[in-house]
């Protein structure tokens, strides 16, 4: 058996950062990080999208807040506070909505590629402001 030689991979990143600067994208990527049940993947996500839209220096200044305590805010085990988010997701232009079930969009899952309906515990909702 010969060693032959193996493709390069290509970072995911750099293609997800591009399709989250779309303001629709994000929300919904968002929207659907909210509905899981572990509650370290919104924050994950909200960290994807605050690099996409500047990184986290940029975005602590805009949001007035301290960029290291922002760094551990974003961690999958941080737990912010509600203002905390608020300033997040305003430095971003999100806004965080709290929505009926039955009024819910159902295209949020489509908006990012899945195919089969979400199945919701929640009614909360990102949208770009």
């Known amino acids: 058996m010969s060693k032959g030689r193996v493709a ?5 990143e ?4 591009k399709d989250l600067r779309d303001p629709e994208f994000a929300a919904a990527y968002l929207t659907l990080a909210a509905e899981e049940e572990v509650p370290g993947d919104f924050l994950r996500a909200l960290r994807a ?8 220096g940029a975005i ?7 960029r290291q ?17 608020w300033a997040i997701l305003d430095a971003t232009g999100f806004v965080l ?9 159902k295209k ?15 009614a909360v909702q990102v949208v770009a402001a």
């Open 69 to 85: 305590q922002l760094y551990k805010t974003l961690s999958g085990d941080g737990n912010p506070e509600i203002r905390t988010l």
């Open 108 to 122: 949020t899952a489509t908006a990012i590629g899945r195919k089969s309906p979400v199945r919701t515990r929640h």
């Open 60 to 66: 602590a200044k805009r949001a007035m807040l301290n």
């Open 14 to 17: 750099p293609y997800l950062r």
């Open 97 to 105: 909505a709290v929505v009926p079930r039955s009024r819910r969009k």
């Open 8 to 12: 390069p991979s290509v970072p995911a």
């Open 49 to 56: 999208v605050v690099e996409a839209y500047g990184g986290i």
